[in-house]
C-alpha cells in the first residue's frame, strides 16, 4: 500500500507543479526553463525558487530521474508516467476506467489511453463486470502482477537511495514534514476519490 500511496502522491506533486510550469515555460522534456530572460525577470525566477511549487518540483524530478534510472536497468517495459496507471490496477483489481481516472486525477481520456498501451503490452485485460455489462473493469495479468511486483521493489529502492542521504533522525524528520504538509494540503486541494484511496 505504501506503494501505491507514493505513486498517488506523486501524481499530485507532478500535476500541481507541472500545471504551473507550463505557464512558466517549463520543458519538462529537457528539463529546462524555455522563458527567455528579460530585463527585471531574474529577481523574479530567484523569487520563484523560494516557492513550495519550485521545491515540490524539484523533488519530483529528483525522485522521478532516480526511478527511471531503475526502471531502465530492470528493463520495465512501459513509460513512468503509465506506472501510476498499472499499480492502481493491480491494487485494486476489477476496478474500471472512471475509477482509476478519479484516483489519480487524470482525464478519463488520458487514462483510457494508457490503458490501451497497457493492454497492447500483455499487462492488464479489460472485460465486461460480471455484475453490470454497462461497465468495463480493468485487472491486471499474470504477467502484469509481475511487473507491477518488480516496481514496487524499485519504488522502495529508489526511496532508500534517497534516504540514505540523510541520518536516521534527519529522515524522520523530513519525512514527517513532507507528511504534515501533504495532510494540510489536503484540505484544500485533493479530490476526496483520492483522498479515500489514501
Known sequence: MAEFIWLIHQ??????AEN??????????????????EE??????DGIKGT???QMHRINLIMFRLANKH?????IPIKSEQIPVLICIYKGNK????EVANMLHRDKSSIQRTVIVLQKKGLITVHPDKKDKRRNVL???KKGKTIATKIASIIRDV???????????EALNNIQSLKNIADNLEQIGMPQAALSAS
Do not use: H
Request: overall charge negative; charged content about 25%.
Open 20 to 37: 504551473f510550469w507550463i505557464k512558466m515555460g517549463w520543458d519538462n522534456k529537457n528539463r529546462e526553463c524555455s522563458v527567455e530572460a
Open 95 to 98: 476496478r474500471s476506467q472512471q
Open 139 to 141: 485487472e491486471t495479468t
Open 71 to 75: 526502471l531502465t536497468a530492470a528493463a
Open 159 to 169: 526511496e532508500a537511495e534517497i534516504i540514505e542521504v540523510f541520518d536516521a533522525e
Open 40 to 45: 527585471g525577470f531574474d529577481p523574479f525566477l
Open 52 to 54: 513550495l511549487f519550485f
Open 11 to 16: 501524481q499530485y506533486i507532478s500535476f500541481a
